[in-house]
T-cell receptor
């Protein structure tokens, strides 16, 4: 069964550094998402992406965050200058269409030291 | 601001018995509800969904019930199996909100342990 793949599985970075989290959504899916889960807390929506542009973003997704679909397969989340509170599990998700459920990747654990 | 609440952080049941996981929501604009299951070191996996026009949806051992007047939904697993042990997330959204048609609000999850 096709799946969403995320790399790396664990990323450690120093505060203030830029990180790029990578995702390969399921190939025929049209909608792409990033969610995050801070340890012990709930899964939170960050951003949705459709038709090569952001369709919605949460308050968490400030100017330090950006997303890109540089080619037909990858979907990336960039954090320009990481903060300690950005430490979390970041999940990429995709869906085929309007009424389809989200399919999540296994996540990237980001640790900011 | 907890629009989706799962008040039980954990639940333990015996194999073969029924597991009932509960979820409450506050936003009356939600029209689409889902349950996801999550194993450690994996992403959430879609389990079952229900639209607000229905009050029940069944898929094998899993049934989701929706009580719109009470803003409450529940997931029933029967019979429960040890492999069902995982964290279960309730999620809700509005399919027409903001054009994104899919940004979901998640509860904090309930950790289910099914004992053999």
């Amino acid at each position: 069964e096709p799946e969403v793949t995320q790399t790396p599985s664990h990323q450690v970075t120093q505060m203030g550094q830029e990180v790029i989290l990578r995702c390969v959504p399921i190939s025929n899916h049209l909608y792409f998402y990033w969610y995050r889960q801070i340890l012990g807390q709930k899964v939170e929506f960050l951003v949705s992406f459709y038709n090569n542009e952001i369709s919605e973003k949460s308050e968490i997704f400030d100017d330090q965050f950006s997303v890109e679909r540089p080619d037909g397969s990858n979907f990336t989340l960039k954090i320009r200058s990481t903060k300690l509170e950005d430490s979390a599990m970041y999940f990429c998700a995709s869906r085929l269409g309007y009424n389809s459920p989200l399919h999540f990747g296994n996540g990237t654990r980001l640790t900011v030291t | 601001d907890q629009q989706v609440k799962q008040n039980s952080p954990s639940l333990s049941v015996q194999e073969g018995r029924i597991s009932i996981l509960n979820c409450d929501y506050t936003n009356s604009m939600f029209d689409y509800f889902l349950w996801y299951k999550k194993y450690p070191a994996e992403g959430p996996t879609f389990l079952i969904s229900i639209s607000s026009i229905k009050d029940k949806n069944e898929d094998g051992r899993f049934t989701v019930f929706l009580n719109k007047s009470a803003k409450h939904l529940s997931l029933h697993i029967v019979p429960s199996q040890p492999g069902d042990s995982a964290v279960y997330f309730c999620a809700a959204g509005n399919r027409n909100y903001g054009g994104s048609q899919g940004n979901l609000i998640f509860g904090k999850g309930t950790k289910l342990s099914v004992k053999p």
